[in-house]
C-alpha cells in the first residue's frame, strides 16, 4: 500500500531538436500539472556543462516556478554547496523564502554535480571543492540563516528567513550528518541504488533530534515511468538510459527520441551498464510501477518518495505523473 507523500524532481531536460527555453517551459508546466495532482514538493536538480539538462540555476528557476504555482512546495534538489559561497546561497534563498514563505526547500549536495573543470571554473578556485570542506561550509550557511553566532556579516535577505534545510547524498557521508544535525535527508536512490538501504540505516542510527525535527524523516528519489502498458514505459524509458550511458562515457548529447534510443547499437557490455542502472527503479504500467514503488517502501520505510521521470516528450512526463496519481496512489493527499 502506497501511502506516503509523493513528491517530483525534474531536470528540465532538453530534448534533441528542442531549447534549452522549451525545457525551462515543460518544467514550468509540469510544476503547475503536478500541484493540480497533489504532488508534495516540486525539486529542480543542478547540473553544469550538461547538454541534456536545463537546470543549471536553481535558485532562478524556483523563483519563476514560485510565480507560476501557488501551493506546491518548491525545492532544490540540490544546491552543490561546493559550487557556490554559502553567503551566496543563503541570500538567494532568504529571497525565496520572504517572497514565499513556508513554500521553499533548500536540499543541499555536497558534490558539484558537474566534472572538476566545470567546477572549478564555478568556483574559481580549489578551495572548498573538496568533500571535507563541506560540513564546515553547511554550519557557515545555516548560521547566515539563524545568527546564531554573531559576524561582520549579516545575510540579508537570508537571516531569520530560513528554508526548510535537507541535505542530499547517495552513500553513507551525508546521511550520517543528516542524523547528526536532526535535518531531513534525501537519498539518491535513482542512480545509487545499492546504497540505499544501508545509507538510511545510517540516518536513523545517528539520527539526534534537533529544532528542526523530533525523529529521521527520510525521502527516496527514484526514477518513475509510467504508461499505459509495460511496454510502452520500456519504449518511453530508452532516451534516459542512452543518455546515462553518453554521459558516462565523456559524450553528454541532448535527450535522444524513443526511436533513436531503440536503434542505437548498444555493445553487450553498454547494454550490461543500462540494464544496470535500472535496478529498483519504477518502470512499466499503473500495476507494475504500484508493485515495484511498494516494494521499495518496505525495503526502505522511507517517509515520502520523489520521482524523476527523464523521457523525450513532455507529453508523456505529465501522462506518467497523472497515471501515478490516478492509478497507481488513488489519489493524492495535499496536506503540507
Request: proline share 7%.
Amino acid at each position: 500500500m502506497i501511502n506516503v507523500p509523493m513528491s517530483v524532481l525534474d531536470l528540465a531536460p532538453v530534448a534533441a531538436g528542442a531549447t534549452a527555453g522549451a525545457a525551462l517551459r515543460h518544467t514550468t508546466e509540469l510544476a503547475r500539472r503536478t500541484e493540480e495532482l497533489g504532488y508534495r514538493r516540486f525539486w529542480v536538480a543542478e547540473h553544469h556543462n550538461m547538454p541534456a539538462i536545463a537546470s543549471s540555476a536553481p535558485a532562478v528557476l524556483l523563483a519563476h516556478l514560485a510565480a507560476n504555482t501557488s501551493t506546491i512546495r518548491l525545492g532544490s534538489g540540490g544546491v552543490m554547496l561546493p559550487n557556490h559561497a554559502p553567503l551566496v546561497v543563503a541570500e538567494q534563498f532568504g529571497t525565496l523564502e520572504a517572497l514565499h514563505p513556508g513554500r521553499i526547500d533548500l536540499g543541499i549536495g555536497r558534490a558539484p554535480g558537474t566534472d572538476q573543470v566545470t567546477a572549478l571554473a564555478l568556483r574559481r578556485t580549489m578551495e572548498g571543492l573538496s568533500a571535507e570542506g563541506f560540513p564546515r561550509e553547511l554550519a557557515d550557511l545555516m548560521n547566515y540563516f539563524s545568527g546564531e553566532r554573531p559576524g561582520p556579516i549579516t545575510a540579508t535577505p537570508g537571516r531569520g528567513l530560513q528554508p526548510a534545510v535537507w541535505l542530499l547524498g547517495s552513500s553513507g557521508f551525508s546521511a550520517q550528518l543528516a542524523g547528526l544535525l536532526g535535518l531531513p535527508f534525501s537519498f539518491a536512490h535513482h542512480f545509487s541504488a545499492q546504497n540505499t538501504v544501508p545509507a538510511l540505516a545510517l540516518y536513523r542510527q545517528h539520527f539526534r533530534p534537533s529544532r528542526f525535527l523530533e525523529k529521521p524523516y527520510a525521502m527516496v528519489a527514484v526514477n518513475a515511468v509510467c504508461a499505459d502498458t509495460d511496454e510502452r514505459a520500456e519504449w518511453l524509458a530508452g532516451p534516459s538510459a542512452l543518455s546515462f550511458l553518453r554521459l558516462r562515457s565523456g559524450r553528454p548529447e541532448p535527450l535522444a527520441t524513443p526511436d533513436e534510443a531503440a536503434a542505437y547499437p548498444y555493445t553487450e557490455a553498454e547494454r550490461e551498464f543500462a540494464l544496470a542502472r535500472r535496478e529498483g527503479q519504477a518502470l512499466g504500467s499503473p500495476e507494475t510501477v504500484r508493485r515495484q514503488l511498494t516494494d521499495l517502501l518496505e525495503r526502505t520505510g522511507a517517509d515520502e518518495l520523489m520521482l524523476t521521470t527523464l523521457v523525450y516528450d513532455v507529453a508523456d512526463r505529465v501522462r506518467s505523473y497523472e497515471l501515478i496519481a490516478d492509478k497507481v496512489v488513488g489519489g493524492l493527499r495535499q496536506d503540507g
